[in-house]
């Protein structure tokens, strides 16, 4: 806005603001209020009103489209795209094979959901390895991978969308084994899920542990149990699903080892588009339906993902709209003093 035009606004405002009892402000009294304040402070609290309003707009904006809104509900898209989408094999409760040999999981059924915005014709590729998967993407054979945490290595030949569900991950033991952390498994054998995101970190930050590479976190935890390696890592959800399913109790989920799997739909680098359209279709998704998902198939293990730049402009916008109120208040109180205080 141009500043005369806030002078402008300025000028309205003064000349029909009434006081006490209806009084209207004559030019006199105009005349001591200017003398009481410089016409910066009344420019910065016009700003500070508009970059509020202006913050307030953007946020609302964004959550015309964001979940728990009903805009664009039933807009959906011509099925005219065929997706292939590359299950992994065993990743419960996010993706794996059930027992009548059909994929099923958290991720699947979201992508199932969001369908009335996409608009896709979802076809499944047989179900693998996520090692196996991921080196199919590199060749080019699938177009989306569920349940995957971004790094440098995959974002060499994928693009991702906004994660939807994080989820810490924990080190597993056997039931009756004295609890350690990693530190204290030094040169002992622990199983970690080969090409998972967390084996990089891992090998990384603890290159003193002998790790095992295993197919997908049942094996690991399997071998765990034969008393062939020491320890697993895993994510929280997927040990508990495996846990509950085979009925292993005598494994124990240990503590977060600081590293938290924030799981994202992975797309083929040459399609943009697909990314576009998946986050668009989260962002739109009712947050009740979600958080009934999600509680559903991994209760408090795993917590939401909230859009950072709607967080944002939400608390930008409330703040400035504070401080815009308190200069406007104070603006008052100074004219009311200059209007009832004796000439000198």
């Given at each position: 806005m141009p500043l005369s035009q806030i002078h402008q606004d300025r000028r309205q405002?003064?000349?029909?603001?009434?006081?006490?009892?209806g009084r209207p402000w004559d030019r006199r009294t105009q005349a001591a209020v200017r003398c009481r304040y410089p016409d910066w402070?009344?420019?910065?609290?016009?700003?500070?009103?508009?970059?509020?309003?202006?913050?307030?707009?953007?946020?609302?904006?964004?959550?015309?489209?964001?979940?728990?809104?009903?805009?664009?509900?039933?807009?959906?898209a011509p099925a005219t795209e065929t997706v292939r989408v590359a299950p992994e094999r065993d990743y419960g409760p996010f993706v794996y094979i059930n027992a009548e040999n059909q994929v099923q999981g958290l991720s699947i059924e979201l992508l199932q959901r969001l369908q009335p915005w996409l608009g896709w014709r979802l076809e499944m590729q047989p179900a693998r390895p996520l090692a196996d998967q991921l080196a199919a993407a590199r060749r080019g054979e699938v177009d989306l991978i569920t349940s995957l945490r971004p790094t440098p290595e995959r974002?060499?030949?994928?693009?991702?969308?906004?994660?939807?569900?994080?989820?810490?991950?924990?080190?597993?033991?056997?039931?009756?084994?004295?609890?350690?952390?990693?530190?204290?498994?030094?040169?002992?054998p622990v199983a970690v899920g080969r090409g998972y995101a967390v084996e990089g970190y891992l090998r990384l930050r603890h290159p003193q542990v002998r790790w095992v590479p295993m197919d997908d976190d049942a094996q690991a935890l399997a071998a765990l149990r034969r008393g062939e390696v020491q320890a697993v890592v895993a994510d929280?959800?997927?040990?508990?699903?495996?846990?509950?399913?085979?009925?292993?109790r005598d494994l124990v989920p240990g503590r977060p080892i600081g590293f938290d799997y924030a799981?994202?739909?992975?797309?083929?680098?040459?399609?943009?588009?697909?990314?576009?359209?998946?986050?668009?279709?989260?962002?739109?998704w009712p947050l009740a339906e979600r958080d009934t998902l999600f509680t559903r198939w991994v209760g408090p293990a795993a917590t939401e993902t909230r859009d950072p730049l709607r967080r944002a402009l939400e608390w930008i916008g409330a703040l400035i709209t504070l401080l815009g109120a308190l200069g406007w208040w104070w603006l008052r109180r100074r004219q009311r003093s200059a209007l009832l205080s004796p000439r000198s």
């Open positions: 405002v003064i000349s029909t603001v009434t006081l006490g009892k402070l009344a420019a910065g609290a016009a700003l500070l009103a508009q970059a509020g309003a202006v913050a307030g707009a953007m946020a609302g904006a964004l959550t015309a489209e964001m979940p728990g809104t009903t805009a664009g509900a039933g807009a959906a974002a060499a030949h994928l693009n991702f969308t906004r994660p939807y569900v994080a989820v810490p991950a924990v080190l597993v033991q056997r039931q009756g084994q004295p609890t350690t952390d990693l530190v204290g498994l030094r040169a002992q929280v959800a997927s040990t508990r699903f495996i846990i509950g399913r085979e009925g292993w799981l994202a739909f992975g797309v083929r680098r040459d399609r943009p588009d697909l990314v576009l359209a998946l986050d668009r279709a989260l962002m739109r």
